[in-house]
């Protein structure tokens, strides 16, 4: 079986580390199988690229199409482009894409249209906000994917409801919890630790680039502000995303607890997330992460397409408004965390699963 795998930003690399890992183990064993690695270049920053390939041992992409940025249109269409011409110049059996990002859609799109069959990764979860860009990424990768992979029985079901063939739908768990464990030994300080005096628990990790919060500078700098006075006793960490970063670079910003700095490789990153006293994210993917190390996380959204890690207890849905934050987070200082757990299935072993039901398909 020959697989085309797609990545092309930052949580893709995450995703798809452990299922070229399960594909390596199957080809030892002696299973025919392959696999062609399409980066699409939607994201080209080392800091958001080269350093997950180099941390994660990915290997070099074969071909990198370099759509880099653009509008959602200007960038969909760019990636169409480039995919349908390396497709057609080396066929295959399968296409596989992980995640929610453009690249996802625009290749699932392109693959169909050459007869080719399509797997998706973490299909089925939905937030149900059309004014993301990612939930119209799920709805359309998903109309037309063959091999369903989802992360929680609730993203099943979701497909189910919408008519998607029982056969083809596989719980498997989540392979972005496979590259945390396979990695979890690995983890290690950043260079700044001691040079801004973090200690375990001291410091809260701060994350926010979704559109909603961050393209308004002035509603930015408000927020911004608030969660600078949200706690008296602790650091607040922000790895600011490149996209909060330009928004950000003509304000003059003073802060008394919020320390900036680059966004981070994943093993420093997962050190900071394992060692924090909490997260205040809009991603989805380090809410998946903090459930399963025990971090208690708010999330500045109005609602989640994995609602499971708000279920089992570890992460909060705050809204976007800085005071329902200032009540929520106080909630939290007074009473603790709430109890939480490790959703089904989240154990290491998504990534194998889904290699031997392909192989299994063929
Ligand atoms: N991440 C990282 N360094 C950072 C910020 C995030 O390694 O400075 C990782 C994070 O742990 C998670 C992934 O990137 O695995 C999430 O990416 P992002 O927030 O861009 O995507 P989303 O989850 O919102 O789709």
């Known amino acids: 079986m020959k697989i085309t795998i797609i990545a092309g930003a930052r949580p893709n690399f995450i995703k798809i580390a452990p299922i070229i890992n399960a594909i390596k183990r199957k080809q030892n064993e002696g299973f025919d199988v392959s696999f062609r690695l399409v980066h699409t270049g939607q994201h080209y920053d080392k800091n958001l690229s080269d350093t997950f390939f180099e941390e994660l041992n990915i290997p070099k992409p074969s071909v990198n199409l370099e759509v880099k940025s653009g509008s959602q249109a200007e960038q969909t269409a760019a990636i169409m482009i480039a995919f349908e011409k390396e497709l057609i110049q080396n066929p295959c059996d399968l296409v596989l894409v992980v995640g929610d990002v453009n690249s996802t859609m625009a290749c699932s799109i392109v693959a169909k249209k050459c007869n080719t069959k399509v797997a998706h990764v973490e299909a089925g979860i939905r937030s149900g906000d059309l004014t993301m860009p990612e939930e119209i990424n799920r709805m359309l990768t998903d109309s037309i994917t063959d091999y369903f992979f989802t992360t929680s029985t609730s993203a099943s079901e979701n497909l189910l409801k919408l008519g998607s ?68 006793d602790k650091k607040i960490l922000f790895p600011i995303h490149p996209r909060t970063q330009a928004i950000l670079s003509e304000s003059d ?19 900071l997330i394992k060692n924090s006293f909490a997260v205040i994210t809009d991603s989805g993917g380090i809410s998946e992460e903090t459930t399963v190390m025990g971090i208690p996380c708010f999330t500045m959204r109005n609602n989640t397409e994995r609602p499971e890690t708000e279920t089992i ?17 106080g909630m939290f200082l007074k009473n603790g965390p709430r109890k939480s757990g490790i959703p089904e299935l989240w154990d290491g072993k998504a990534s194998e699963r889904i290699i031997s039901i392909l192989l299994d398909k063929k």
Not at 172 to 187: K, S, W
Not at 256 to 263: E, G
Request: proline share 4%; no cysteine.
């Open 165 to 232: 063939d029982p056969e083809n739908i596989h719980f498997v768990g989540n392979v972005m919890i496979d590259t945390l464990y396979q990695n979890i030994n690995r983890i290690s300080a950043p260079d700044f630790w001691k040079e801004h005096l973090l200690n375990e628990k001291n410091y809260i990790i701060l994350t926010l680039h979704r559109p909603g919060n961050v393209d308004e500078v002035s509603s930015l700098l408000e927020l911004l502000h608030g969660i600078d006075n949200l706690v008296t």
């Open 313 to 329: 207890g570890s992460n909060t849905i705050v809204g976007t408004s800085l005071e329902n934050l200032q009540k929520i987070f």
């Open 253 to 271: 910003i003073k802060f008394k607890n919020i320390i900036f700095v680059a966004p981070q490789g994943y093993l420093n990153f997962m050190y």
